[in-house]
């Protein structure tokens, strides 16, 4: 781990520089893009019963939006103010008044009428409540009724019948690790977080190949670097304050590349509305764009690699980095092998980029004495999200762009909370300070007193999979405890999640506000329990950044539940009740309690202890992680590995489908309309050729399917790949397949492919013979 440390925030050029802006037309005026001023005028409006709070959120707390890690105005990477439509967004969430009794205790039948985002305006949930079978209200209980329903029945059940899930949606470090350390304290290694779904390939990837579980690099690297690659990502939409480091990267001369397969317009350009003249005039942000097929990146990283291999050849020195190879990594003569067998035709044809065009990509990379490769779900979402991220790897290795300023990889995390709930141990396969190994182990167990069981634990996918196993099955999933997160809207094939969801025994949902999840019946109960926010937390909280920035986010005075508590209270509480008799091995009394247990139990945490105030922060790691070359690794060396090419098969008039997200934070949608290209929910995006082809014209009802589902939708014609599609994510998960997940992360597919079709040719010859003998030539799987 590096020792240099992080040198505080940056300052921005004072004086414009017009070669960066969109159009001297000022605010972007009949262009279609964010509408900032608008929006936050909607946010104040929509706070105004509680304004005097929502201010001290926004300038005392720390960011529960994406994890960039802004703690009030400001950040570590650039002086001045920061804010966001992201962050402006959830605030409401903070602030909103208790659900109305009248409105919480109607009919069920009326609350499955609306959707997650009509529900989310209901308000806050006030106190526990309950729903048996039968039952069509929700019935308020109390706290000690609520935990003790849960506790007996976790006594009479195996403990893998048990599992706990926590999403990122503000949640502390310590939640985490209360939850993390509860879960084991009742037996169960059962425990999963929301990073199962996004990120979880890019720290198993890393830590295979480099040793690292974190981005190596911090978002000054940003600034002054020769490159930077956002690959399947798109930081304007997800991460919106990363686009006034991209404009400070911009001014220091940096190339923005982007690769994905629809050209992103606020990724081309975007209005930033913090600094005045791109507010103004906005700023061209990407330098060039890569249409890579969805799934191809891992072609064209080949590509990328065969071509370097080629000027080494003719010319030692020219495209890989020699020194760092031979001093720092492993593998290059196998990966060298593999790489140079590839064939040029299958390499073009599964990335969907000529072999002219790979070596454009290639000779910028070799001419750039840095780098910095940033990636989400994009790389991660796919059955070989791993291999993908090792592939990343293996670039920065093979150039040396790793350790050293304005050089690293970054998994840049979309969700406050998120980057911390791994290293909590709030996962099946980690423990605090290390993996889930027999060393580590035994190293918390003695911190911990008390057995943690050995057995693995499953994922979430898997968990809601075990629902529907045989009721004597030692792993038939029995309880289920959630801390937020929609599964119904989050995970592929919705309709059998749902029917997971029904057939646990108990499940708990510990939330602020209902979703539809919430309303799905169980077999014995539906227990609904009122989480605190961050800021709300008794004693102040903590989050981890991105760039491995451990905030402290204090109590903020004001706004409160009536019965809200703070998370780790109550799974502290549970643990209590279930086992009285130990419970003095579980009983933390305060916030700061916890932080002084995590101190002891990772390591690299050692000096959360001290955070306590208002501004408080230290970086894990120092400000690079591998610093010098050197990787956390055995033998200190990062692994170069050979990746094989994914078997990507797409019959002829057959279509690639990935989703996108809109004006949405996660599954909790903001608008019908994405601001960035004024595409609805519903609208297929589809290349003009596509389009010419099938003889869809633009806004026509079409349909897309394949054998896991049918999607309703109309055609929008925009500059995505040819051959690719794009649909809005959760509205497109009915044609995700079920059970496929990345065989080292676990992590679910979330691409798939697509017949697509006129509605009106599709509901023609809708008999069960045509549509069979569709899907039976599709053989929609990528695999």
Same mark, same amino acid.
């Given at each position: 781990?590096?020792?240099?440390?992080?040198?505080?925030?940056?300052?921005?050029?004072?004086?414009?520089?017009? @070669?960066?802006?969109?159009?001297?037309?000022?605010?972007?005026?009949?262009?279609?893009?964010?509408?900032?001023?608008?929006?936050?005028?909607?946010?104040?409006?929509?706070?105004?019963?509680?304004?005097?709070?929502?201010?001290?959120?926004?300038?005392?707390?720390?960011?529960?939006?994406?994890?960039?890690?802004?703690?009030?105005?400001?950040?570590?990477?650039? &002086?001045?103010?920061?804010?966001?439509?992201?962050?402006?967004?959830?605030?409401?969430?903070?602030?909103?008044?208790?659900?109305?009794?009248?409105?919480?205790?109607?009919?069920?039948?009326?609350?499955?009428?609306?959707?997650?985002?009509?529900?989310?305006?209901?308000?806050?949930?006030?106190?526990?409540?309950?729903?048996?079978?039968?039952?069509?209200?929700?019935?308020?209980?109390?706290?000690?009724?609520?935990?003790?329903?849960?506790?007996?029945?976790?006594?009479?059940?195996?403990?893998?019948?048990?599992?706990?899930?926590?999403?990122?949606?503000?949640?502390?470090?310590?939640?985490?690790?209360?939850?993390?350390?509860?879960?084991?304290?009742?037996?169960?290694?059962?425990?999963?977080?929301? &990073?199962?779904?996004?990120?979880?390939?890019?720290?198993?990837?890393?830590?295979?190949?480099?040793?690292?579980?974190?981005?190596?690099?911090?978002?000054?690297?940003?600034?002054?670097?020769?490159?930077?690659?956002?690959?399947?990502?798109?930081?304007?939409?997800?991460?919106?304050? &990363?686009?006034?480091?991209?404009?400070?990267?911009?001014?220091?001369?940096?190339?923005?590349?982007?690769?994905?397969?629809?050209?992103?317009?606020?990724?081309?350009?975007?209005?930033?509305?913090?600094?005045?003249?791109?507010?103004?005039?906005?700023?061209?942000?990407?330098?060039?764009?890569?249409?890579?097929?969805?799934?191809?990146?891992?072609?064209?990283?080949?590509?990328?690699?065969?071509?370097?291999?080629?000027?080494?050849?003719?010319?030692?020195?020219?495209?890989?980095?020699?020194?760092?190879?031979? /001093?720092?990594?492993?593998?290059?003569?196998?990966?060298?092998?593999?790489? /140079?067998?590839?064939?040029?035709?299958?390499?073009?044809?599964?990335?969907?980029?000529?072999?002219?065009?790979?070596?454009?990509?290639?000779?910028?990379?070799?001419?750039?004495?840095?780098?910095?490769?940033?990636?989400?779900?994009?790389?991660?979402?796919?059955?070989?999200?791993?291999?993908?991220?090792?592939?990343?790897?293996?670039?920065?290795?093979?150039?040396?762009?790793?350790?050293?300023?304005?050089?690293?990889?970054?998994?840049?995390?979309?969700?406050?909370?998120?980057?911390?709930?791994?290293?909590?141990?709030?996962?099946?396969?980690?423990?605090?300070?290390?993996?889930?190994?027999?060393?580590?182990?035994?190293?918390?167990?003695?911190?911990?007193?008390?057995?943690?069981?050995?057995?693995?634990?499953?994922?979430?996918?898997?968990?809601?999979?075990?629902?529907?196993?045989?009721?004597?099955?030692?792993?038939?999933?029995?309880?289920?405890?959630?801390?937020?997160?929609?599964?119904?809207?989050?995970?592929?094939?919705?309709?059998?999640?749902?029917?997971?969801?029904?057939?646990?025994?108990?499940?708990?949902?510990?939330?602020?506000?209902?979703?539809?999840?919430?309303?799905?019946?169980?077999?014995?109960?539906?227990?609904?329990?009122?989480?605190?926010?961050?800021? /709300?937390?008794?004693?102040?909280?903590?989050?981890?950044?991105?760039?491995?920035?451990?905030?402290?986010?204090?109590?903020?005075?004001?706004?409160?539940?009536?019965?809200?508590?703070?998370?780790?209270?109550?799974?502290?509480?549970?643990?209590?009740?279930? @086992?009285?008799?130990?419970?003095?091995?579980?009983?933390?009394?305060?916030?700061?309690?916890?932080?002084?247990?995590?101190? @002891?139990?990772?390591?690299?945490?050692?000096?959360?202890?001290?955070?306590?105030?208002?501004?408080?922060?230290?970086?894990?790691?120092?400000?690079?992680?591998?610093?010098?070359?050197?990787?956390?690794?055995?033998?200190?060396?990062?692994?170069?590995?050979?990746?094989?090419?994914?078997?990507?098969?797409?019959?002829?008039?057959?279509?690639?489908?990935?989703?996108?997200?809109?004006?949405?934070?996660?599954?909790?949608?903001?608008?019908?309309?994405?601001?960035?290209?004024?595409?609805?929910?519903?609208?297929?995006?589809?290349?003009?050729?596509?389009?010419?082809?099938?003889?869809?014209?633009?806004?026509?009802?079409?349909?897309?399917?394949?054998?896991?589902?049918?999607?309703?939708?109309?055609?929008?014609?925009?500059?995505?790949?040819?051959?690719?599609?794009?649909?809005?994510?959760?509205?497109?998960?009915?044609?995700?397949?079920?059970?496929?997940?990345?065989?080292?992360?676990?992590?679910?597919?979330?691409?798939?492919?697509?017949?697509?079709?006129?509605?009106?040719?599709?509901?023609?010859?809708?008999?069960?013979?045509?549509?069979?003998?569709?899907?039976?030539?599709?053989?929609?799987?990528?695999?």
């Amino acid at each position: 781990m590096g020792k240099t440390k992080h040198q505080g925030p940056m300052k921005l050029p004072k004086t414009p520089d017009p @070669k960066h802006w969109v159009s001297m037309v000022p605010f972007g005026l009949g262009k279609v893009k964010p509408k900032h001023i608008r929006d936050t005028a909607k946010v104040v409006w929509d706070n105004k019963d509680n304004l005097p709070y929502a201010t001290r959120i926004l300038t005392q707390g720390v960011c529960d939006g994406c994890a960039l890690g802004v703690a009030g105005l400001y950040d570590q990477t650039l &002086s001045g103010p920061h804010i966001c439509t992201t962050r402006l967004n959830v605030l409401r969430l903070n602030t909103m008044p208790a659900i109305k009794d009248d409105i919480l205790f109607q009919d069920i039948d009326e609350l499955k009428k609306m959707n997650s985002s009509e529900l989310r305006q209901l308000g806050r949930i006030p106190y526990p409540l309950s729903r048996k079978p039968g039952e069509k209200k929700f019935t308020r209980i109390s706290w000690d009724e609520a935990l003790d329903r849960v506790a007996g029945k976790i006594k009479t059940i195996n403990p893998k019948q048990l599992a706990f899930f926590l999403t990122a949606r503000g949640i502390t470090n310590e939640s985490y690790y209360a939850a993390g350390k509860v879960a084991r304290f009742l037996g169960t290694n059962n425990i999963d977080n929301a &990073s199962r779904i996004c990120h979880s390939p890019s720290k198993t990837a890393l830590k295979r190949s480099l040793g690292i579980g974190a981005s190596s690099c911090n978002y000054q690297d940003w600034i002054g670097t020769d490159v930077l690659v956002f690959w399947g990502s798109v930081a304007s939409n997800n991460q919106p304050v &990363s686009t006034k480091y991209m404009y400070a990267a911009k001014r220091k001369g940096t190339k923005i590349i982007m690769i994905n397969p629809y050209r992103e317009p606020s990724m081309d350009q975007y209005w930033i509305p913090s600094i005045p003249d791109s507010a103004l005039f906005g700023t061209k942000l990407a330098d060039d764009v890569y249409q890579v097929n969805i799934g191809g990146d891992i072609a064209f990283m080949n590509g990328v690699m065969k071509h370097w291999f080629e000027m080494e050849q003719k010319n030692p020195g020219s495209a890989i980095d020699r020194r760092f190879i031979n /001093e720092h990594t492993n593998g290059f003569n196998d990966l060298k092998g593999h790489v /140079e067998k590839q064939d040029w035709s299958v390499l073009e044809k599964s990335s969907g980029l000529t072999k002219e065009r790979m070596l454009e990509f290639a000779q910028l990379l070799a001419k750039s004495k840095s780098g910095v490769f940033v990636w989400s779900m994009g790389l991660t979402q796919h059955r070989f999200g791993t291999d993908n991220i090792s592939q990343v790897a293996n670039l920065a290795m093979l150039r040396g762009f790793l350790g050293r300023k304005h050089c690293g990889v970054m998994p840049i995390r979309g969700h406050s909370g998120v980057q911390g709930s791994g290293e909590m141990g709030a996962d099946p396969f980690v423990l605090p300070g290390g993996d889930f190994d027999e060393k580590n182990r035994k190293r918390v167990q003695k911190l911990w007193r008390f057995e943690i069981p050995d057995w693995q634990g499953d994922i979430v996918g898997v968990t809601l999979e075990n629902a529907v196993l045989p009721e004597d099955h030692e792993r038939k999933l029995k309880v289920f405890y959630t801390s937020g997160g929609n599964f119904l809207e989050t995970m592929p094939d919705p309709a059998f999640v749902e029917k997971c969801l029904q057939n646990v025994d108990i499940r708990i949902h510990q939330d602020i506000i209902l979703n539809t999840s919430t309303l799905v019946d169980a077999k014995e109960e539906v227990i609904v329990l009122p989480a605190a926010t961050r800021y /709300e937390q008794a004693g102040g909280g903590t989050s981890t950044s991105t760039e491995r920035m451990v905030y402290f986010s204090p109590e903020i005075k004001g706004h409160r539940i009536e019965e809200a508590r703070s998370e780790w209270e109550i799974y502290v509480d549970l643990a209590k009740r279930v @086992k009285p008799y130990k419970s003095e091995l579980i009983d933390f009394k305060n916030a700061q309690e916890i932080r002084n247990e995590i101190a @002891k139990s990772h390591p690299m945490y050692d000096g959360i202890q001290h955070l306590h105030k208002k501004g408080d922060v230290f970086q894990w790691g120092g400000a690079w992680l591998l610093e010098g070359g050197v990787c956390p690794t055995e033998d200190g060396r990062g692994n170069l590995l050979p990746i094989v090419l994914p078997e990507l098969r797409k019959p002829e008039g057959h279509f690639y489908v990935t989703t996108r997200r809109g004006k949405q934070f996660n599954s909790m949608i903001y608008s019908e309309k994405d601001p960035n290209n004024n595409a609805g929910r519903y609208d297929i995006l589809l290349h003009a050729k596509d389009c010419e082809e099938l003889g869809i014209k633009e806004g026509e009802a079409i349909v897309a399917y394949n054998k896991y589902g049918v999607y309703h939708g109309r055609a929008k014609v925009d500059d995505t790949k040819q051959g690719n599609i794009q649909v809005y994510w959760p509205e497109g998960n009915v044609l995700i397949p079920k059970g496929v997940y990345e065989q080292y992360a676990g992590i679910p597919e979330y691409n798939t492919a697509v017949v697509v079709e006129k509605a009106e040719t599709f509901h023609a010859k809708k008999d069960t013979k045509y549509v069979e003998r569709r899907i039976e030539e599709l053989e929609t799987e990528l695999s």
